[in-house]
């Protein structure tokens, strides 16, 4: 993918700038740190974490913690949980950035308005064979614009930082709310009630939450995690008598954590050569086309373990597409805690819709006569997360650039973007992403040509859209190949991407962040 090569220029002064103090910032700072770098991190908001640091209280790790871990900051012992909770999790976050002294790099309070790229325009971008002219982090010509506000001080004029390359670590899930459009005269300006989305949930502290939904018909809209810990606190708090409504248009797989468990045992490499993959030679091809039968032999048994232990047939709450190709979409989520027991205790109703609108006193849903009245209605709906990408940017051309998820994307020169495509293992795939963009900036290496990564990708859009459709999104593409995806990394670092001792467990072992360690 890439080829070595030597650098003899300074580091320290090349300008780093890395917007976001959440997990992904926190690790392209500590990296590039170690390759003799000094970045500084803008922060919006008065701390780090990002999404951690305002999350409502119930929220818990979907992912086991040996699995959500830095490979250079193992857990503490007091933290016996396998999948600790908001408050576990952002002690963590801030014993690593105080460890590898991160802070002293982080501007809070200071929200990145725009970047401007000040060395290219269309014409030349496009004239390119290699990216930024020269397949390197930097080149002389290679600077942006970084317009800073400080949020403490919003009436005075912002400042403008200079910089060589720019890392964007804001996420997906924050900042741009996803609000459903409706209709003139049939959206929340007709509701006597109250409608936020969960974000604004999110950032209210415990007892002000409790405050807010406490005896109050509250109906929350959505299916993903974020709804169903809304949904289960509220219930929680108000019980059966006032039950809180959960609304969704699709059913989609939620399992325990039993099952999560399971699942991450079994993402090794053997699982992976089940799975066909871009540009496979034969020997693979064969083995995937072998091995399918126990792929699929795997998500039945998954769906009749769910079924079992659930009650999805009596509450009509069976999705209509398979556990794998959910998987494969990045949308599997882990049930609260007695969920169900509040569904049959009456204390959260489910409800599913193919469409609703508001009216003065609740919901109209479908076509149904009688209103659902309700007090508060939560939109636990989304983020506008492209969008919200595309917007930094202050040029027309790079706004409008397709694929802005990527790590690298080939049109934009001297930027990258860590922390935006999903995995089973978010700080897992980040951080390596990390590692290699630390090596990319030291000049351990330099990309290929502009037209062999556009068709790359074309290649692997082409192989993931086989398994998850019509739900296919670009930023999970390498959600059920991430060791292959590593392994590609680790060869770009130039060390070896064979991690374990022995044969068996190089197979049939999972790989965890700690096999990754010291690179």
């Known amino acids: ?38 970045p500084v991190v803008f922060e919006a908001r008065n701390g780090i974490g990002g999404v ?29 949980e396998t999948f600790p909770d908001q408050s576990q999790v952002m002690d963590y976050i801030k014993s690593y950035a105080l460890r590898f ?25 496009c004239s390119w064979e290699l990216w930024s002219g020269t397949g390197k982090a930097f080149s002389p010509k290679g600077k942006w614009n970084v317009v800073v506000q400080d949020v403490l001080h919003p009436l005075e004029a912002p400042k403008v930082y200079q910089v060589d390359f720019v890392i964007l670590c804001i996420g997906k899930f924050s900042d741009l709310p996803k609000i459903p459009h409706f209709e003139q005269r049939k959206g929340p300006e007709v509701f006597r009630g109250k409608v936020i989305h969960s974000m604004d949930y999110a950032a209210m502290n415990k007892i002000e939450a409790v405050e807010f939904i406490k005896d109050k018909r509250v109906t929350v809209v959505g299916f993903q995690k974020s709804a169903l810990d809304i949904a289960a606190q509220v219930s929680k708090t108000n019980g ?49 086309f072998l091995l399918s039968p126990l792929r699929w032999i795997f998500t039945k048994l998954i769906e009749c373990y769910l079924r079992w232990i659930y009650p999805l047939k009596k509450y009509n709450m069976i999705p209509d597409h398979t556990f794998l190709k ?39 849903i479908d076509d149904e006569v009688d209103p659902l009245e309700t007090d508060i209605v939560i939109f636990a709906t989304g983020y506008k997360s492209d969008e919200k990408i595309s917007n930094i940017f202050a040029l027309n051309y790079f706004k409008a650039t397709g694929g802005l998820g990527e790590c690298i994307h080939p049109r934009i020169p001297h930027l990258a973007i860590i922390g935006y495509s999903e995995s089973p293992a978010t700080l897992f795939t980040t ?15 330099k990309l290929p040509v502009i037209k062999e990564m556009e068709e790359d990708a074309k290649r692997w859009e082409k192989c993931m859209r086989k398994y998850s459709r019509e739900n296919y999104k670009r930023a999970c593409v390498s959600v059920m190949l991430q060791i292959y995806c590593n392994d590609q990394l680790c060869r770009d670092m130039g060390c070896n991407h064979m991690r374990k001792k022995w044969f068996l467990s190089e197979i049939f072992s999972p790989y965890q962040p700690a096999d990754y360690a010291n690179i």
Not at 58 to 75: A, E, G, H, R, V
Not at 348 to 358: D, T, Y
Not at 436 to 443: D, E, I, K, Q, V
Request: hydrophobic share 40%; charged share 20%.
């Open 1 to 38: 993918m890439s080829s070595s090569m030597s650098s003899c220029e300074p580091k320290m002064e090349k300008k780093i700038a890395i917007v976001g103090a959440g997990i992904s910032g926190l690790l392209a700072c500590k990296h590039t740190m170690e390759k003799g770098f000094n």
């Open 52 to 80: 951690w640091s305002s999350t409502i209280d119930s929220t818990k790790l979907q992912t086991p913690k040996n699995y959500y871990q830095f490979s250079d900051l193992s857990w503490p012992l007091s933290v016996k």
């Open 101 to 125: 002294g991160i802070f002293t790099q982080i501007e809070f309070n200071s929200k990145v308005v725009s970047i401007k790229n000040l060395s290219t325009n269309e014409d030349e971008v």
């Open 240 to 288: 059966v008598r006032h039950p809180c409504t959960l609304l969704f248009r699709r059913v989609q797989w939620s399992g325990s954590e039993n099952l999560v468990r399971l699942t991450f045992r079994n993402l090794n490499r053997f699982s992976e050569l089940m799975i066909h993959k871009p540009q496979e030679g034969l020997v693979l091809w064969l083995l995937a």
């Open 326 to 364: 959910q998987i494969y979409s990045c949308m599997f989520t882990v049930l609260p805690d007695c969920f169900y027991e509040r569904v049959e205790d009456g204390s959260l109703i489910l409800k599913r819709s193919r469409k609703f609108c508001f009216c003065t006193t609740g919901l109209i």
């Open 431 to 445: 951080e390596l992403r990390s590692k290699w963009l630390a090596h990319f900036l030291a000049g351990k290496f």
